[in-house]
Each structure stands twice: as structure tokens, then as C-alpha cells.
């Protein structure tokens, strides 16, 4: 599977982005995908996840409440919707995809996107 994150970009505080993660090369629907951010000079910090089903989600204290993520398994790709960004968003954003939901939230799945840039002016 490769993944493809796009969607990002420049804004300011308070206003919505919204990420998308595209596979291509086989289909994404048996797969649980995540959301991992890293800003400059910080640890990678896993953000969001949906099942293959998507009944399952995840969302960290820090994005909880302000990001969604959703899928469509007829499209392909995993998006996060982030509204209300606040400056400290501001990070590398990648998708990541493996089998097991709790691989994928260890941070070691086997599929990952190139990543997107998220910036948040205050």
C-alpha cells in the first residue's frame, strides 16, 4: 500500500483544515489508519485512528474535540477534518496504516505517507 497525505498548508489560529490520506495499490479497507504529528524539535505524537470499520476511533487530549477523522473505503482515503487549530498544531502531519489497530498505535506500521505540512499562525 502507499499512502499519500495532502491538505495542508499555511493558516491561522482558529480556522480548519482538512487532511486526507490516499492509498493506492491495493485497497484500504482492511487496514486501521492513524494520524501522527511532529513538530519541530519534538517527539512524534500519535493523534487520531479509525478502525477498518470505522467504528471505532481514537483521538488524543490534545486534538480531542477539535479533529475527526472519517473514512470511505469506496474512495479509498482516511481524512482528518482539524478545526479550530491553535499555533501549537502546527507539525508534519503523516498517515499510517497496518492491520492491527494497536501496531498502528504503537507507532510501527508498516505503511506510512510521505507527510504534510500544517502551519498555524497566531
Known amino acids: 500500500v502507499q499512502l499519500q497525505a495532502s491538505g495542508g498548508g499555511l493558516v491561522q489560529a482558529g480556522a480548519s483544515l482538512r487532511l486526507s490520506c490516499a492509498a493506492s495499490?491495493?485497497?484500504?479497507?482492511?487496514?486501521?489508519v492513524a494520524w501522527f504529528r511532529q513538530a519541530p524539535g519534538k517527539e512524534r505524537e500519535y493523534i487520531a485512528a479509525?478502525?477498518?470499520?470505522?467504528?471505532?476511533?481514537y483521538y488524543s487530549d490534545s486534538v480531542k474535540g477539535r479533529f475527526t477523522i472519517s473514512r470511505d473505503n469506496a474512495k479509498n482515503t482516511v481524512d482528518l477534518q482539524m478545526n479550530s487549530l491553535k499555533p501549537e498544531d502546527t507539525a508534519v502531519y503523516y498517515c499510517?496504516?497496518?492491520?492491527?489497530?494497536?501496531?498502528?498505535?504503537?507507532?510501527?506500521?508498516?505503511?506510512w505517507g510521505q507527510g504534510t505540512q500544517v502551519t498555524v499562525s497566531s
Open positions: 499510517a496504516a497496518d492491520f492491527a489497530p494497536t501496531t498502528v498505535a504503537a507507532g510501527r506500521a508498516r505503511y
Open positions: 479509525i478502525t477498518w470499520s470505522g467504528e471505532i476511533t
Open positions: 495499490g491495493r485497497t484500504l479497507n482492511n487496514y486501521a
